[in-house]
C-alpha cells in the first residue's frame, strides 16, 4: 500500500474521489487536523488555527508515514521542511499551487532531501482563469474602464466620444505556457494577431515595439526576474497596455509607474507584485489607469477539482513507474 497523506484542506467528495483511484492508495485525511477553509479553494485554510498538543502529535504521526503528502502544509516553505524530515519515506509531494517552486527553494532542503522526493505543482490547472483574467485586462484598458468609473463616481456624463477596439490589435505573448496558450487562443476569436516569446531576450527587444498589449505568464527565476526593465517599458508602444499574471519580480514596478503617469503606457493590469501584500507606499495604488488584483486571479471555484484531477493523474503515473505531470526542477525550482 502506498500512504498518500492529505495536509491541505480539501473537500470531502474530492478526498473519496482520490481514494477512488487505486485500491494500492492508502489516503489519509482528517479536516478535525487541518485549518478551516475560509473560502472555497482555500489550501491555507484559517490562520488563527491552532491544534492542541495531542492533535500536532496525530497530526506528525500522520506525516511522519506518508510516501505521497498532498499540499504543503500551511503553504509554508518551513512545514516544507518538516514534513521532508519527519517522513523518511516520502517520495512524491504533490503541490496545491503552480508556483511552488519558490516555496520549495525557501525551504532550504539539502540536495539529497531535494533528489529523494519527486516535487509536482498544480502548473497548468490555473490557465483558463489567468487567461480570462489577462482579457480582461485587455479589454477593460481598451475599453476605458478607468474612464468610466470616474465619470460614474462624479456623475458626469460627457458628450459621445470613440473607444478602440481590440480587433486588428496585438497582442505580445511573454511565456507561452499552459497560461500563455490559453491567452493565445481566447485573444485570436476577438481578431486580435498573436505574437508569442518565451525567454529569449533577443527575440523580445525585436517584437515589443510591435504589440499593443503585452500579457506576462512568466515564472520568477534568475534569468527573468528584472525583465522588463525601464530599457524594455522604454522600448514597448507608445499607449500599449502591460498585463502580468506571472510573477512581479519580473517588472520594474517603479519604471512601470513612471510609464504610466506620464502616459508612455496607456495602463496596467497586475495580479503579481514585487513584494506581497503591495506596500501602502507603492505609487501604483495612486494611478487610475491599474487594475489591481492581489494575487487571486488564478483563484477559481473550480480551482481544487482541477488539482485533484491533475494529482489523480500523477498518482496514477506513480504508481506505474511514469513521468509525474508539472514536475517542479530542483535546479531552477520551477
Same mark, same amino acid.
Not at 7 to 16: I, M
Not at 56 to 63: L, P
Given at each position: 500500500?502506498?500512504?498518500?497523506?492529505?495536509?491541505?484542506?480539501?473537500?470531502?467528495?474530492?478526498?473519496?474521489?482520490? /481514494? =477512488?483511484?487505486?485500491?494500492?492508495?492508502?489516503?489519509? *485525511?482528517?479536516?478535525?487536523?487541518?485549518?478551516?477553509?475560509? *473560502?472555497?479553494? @482555500?489550501?491555507?485554510?484559517?490562520?488563527?488555527?491552532? /491544534?492542541?498538543?495531542?492533535?500536532?502529535?496525530?497530526?506528525?504521526?500522520?506525516?511522519?508515514?506518508?510516501?505521497?503528502?498532498?499540499?504543503?502544509?500551511?503553504?509554508?516553505?518551513?512545514?516544507?521542511?518538516?514534513?521532508?524530515?519527519?517522513?523518511?519515506?516520502?517520495?512524491?509531494?504533490?503541490?496545491?499551487?503552480? $508556483?511552488? $517552486?519558490?516555496?520549495?527553494?525557501?525551504?532550504?532542503?539539502?540536495?539529497?532531501? #531535494?533528489?529523494?522526493?519527486? &516535487?509536482?505543482?498544480?502548473?497548468?490547472?490555473?490557465?483558463?482563469?489567468?487567461?480570462? &483574467?489577462?482579457?480582461?485586462?485587455?479589454?477593460?484598458?481598451?475599453?476605458?474602464?478607468?474612464?468610466?468609473?470616474?465619470?460614474?463616481?462624479?456623475?458626469?456624463?460627457?458628450?459621445?466620444?470613440?473607444?478602440?477596439?481590440?480587433?486588428?490589435?496585438?497582442? #505580445?505573448?511573454?511565456?507561452?505556457?499552459?497560461? $500563455?496558450?490559453?491567452?493565445?487562443?481566447?485573444?485570436?476569436? *476577438?481578431?486580435?494577431?498573436?505574437?508569442?516569446?518565451? /525567454?529569449?531576450?533577443? @527575440?523580445?527587444?525585436?517584437?515589443?515595439?510591435?504589440?499593443?498589449?503585452?500579457?506576462?505568464?512568466?515564472?520568477?527565476?534568475?534569468?527573468?526576474?528584472?525583465?522588463?526593465?525601464?530599457?524594455?517599458?522604454?522600448?514597448?508602444?507608445?499607449?500599449?497596455?502591460?498585463?502580468?499574471?506571472?510573477?512581479?519580480?519580473?517588472?520594474?514596478?517603479?519604471?512601470?509607474?513612471?510609464?504610466?503617469?506620464? $502616459?508612455?503606457?496607456?495602463?496596467?493590469? #497586475?495580479?503579481?507584485?514585487?513584494?506581497?501584500?503591495?506596500?501602502?507606499?507603492?505609487?501604483? &495604488?495612486?494611478?487610475?489607469?491599474?487594475?489591481?488584483?492581489?494575487?487571486?486571479? =488564478?483563484?477559481?471555484?473550480?480551482?481544487?477539482?482541477?488539482?485533484?484531477?491533475? *494529482? =489523480?493523474?500523477?498518482?496514477?503515473?506513480?504508481? =506505474?513507474?511514469?513521468?509525474?505531470?508539472?514536475?517542479?526542477?530542483?535546479?531552477?525550482?520551477?
Amino acid at each position: 500500500m502506498v500512504r498518500v497523506v492529505i495536509a491541505t484542506p480539501l473537500e470531502q467528495e474530492l478526498v473519496d474521489r482520490l /481514494r =477512488a483511484v487505486d485500491d494500492r492508495l492508502d489516503v489519509a *485525511f482528517d479536516a478535525g487536523l487541518l485549518p478551516p477553509p475560509r *473560502f472555497p479553494c @482555500d489550501h491555507a485554510g484559517d490562520p488563527e488555527f491552532r /491544534r492542541t498538543p495531542e492533535q500536532e502529535a496525530r497530526f506528525a504521526a500522520m506525516v511522519s508515514g506518508a510516501e505521497v503528502l498532498f499540499g504543503y502544509p500551511r503553504e509554508d516553505p518551513a512545514q516544507i521542511a518538516w514534513a521532508v524530515r519527519i517522513a523518511p519515506n516520502l517520495r512524491f509531494v504533490q503541490a496545491t499551487f503552480a $508556483g511552488a $517552486g519558490q516555496q520549495l527553494a525557501a525551504a532550504g532542503l539539502t540536495p539529497d532531501e #531535494l533528489e529523494r522526493i519527486a &516535487w509536482t505543482s498544480s502548473a497548468g490547472v490555473h490557465a483558463t482563469p489567468l487567461a480570462e &483574467w489577462s482579457l480582461f485586462g485587455i479589454l477593460a484598458l481598451t475599453k476605458g474602464l478607468p474612464r468610466l468609473l470616474a465619470d460614474k463616481r462624479d456623475r458626469r456624463w460627457v458628450e459621445h466620444y470613440p473607444v478602440d477596439e481590440v480587433r486588428g490589435s496585438t497582442v #505580445l505573448v511573454v511565456g507561452f505556457g499552459s497560461i $500563455g496558450r490559453e491567452v493565445a487562443r481566447l485573444a485570436e476569436p *476577438f481578431g486580435m494577431r498573436v505574437l508569442s516569446v518565451r /525567454r529569449r531576450e533577443g @527575440d523580445l527587444d525585436e517584437l515589443l515595439p510591435q504589440a499593443d498589449s503585452i500579457v506576462l505568464t512568466l515564472p520568477l527565476t534568475d534569468e527573468t526576474r528584472g525583465l522588463f526593465d525601464r530599457a524594455r517599458i522604454a522600448r514597448m508602444r507608445d499607449g500599449a497596455i502591460l498585463v502580468n499574471v506571472g510573477r512581479g519580480g519580473v517588472v520594474d514596478e517603479a519604471a512601470l509607474a513612471e510609464a504610466l503617469r506620464s $502616459g508612455k503606457l496607456r495602463g496596467a493590469a #497586475l495580479d503579481v507584485f514585487a513584494h506581497e501584500p503591495l506596500p501602502a507606499d507603492s505609487p501604483l &495604488w495612486e494611478l487610475d489607469n491599474v487594475i489591481l488584483s492581489p494575487h487571486t486571479a =488564478a483563484l477559481s471555484v473550480h480551482e481544487s477539482e482541477r488539482i485533484v484531477d491533475l *494529482f =489523480a493523474d500523477n498518482l496514477r503515473r506513480y504508481l =506505474a513507474g511514469e513521468e509525474l505531470r508539472s514536475r517542479i526542477r530542483t535546479d531552477l525550482f520551477y
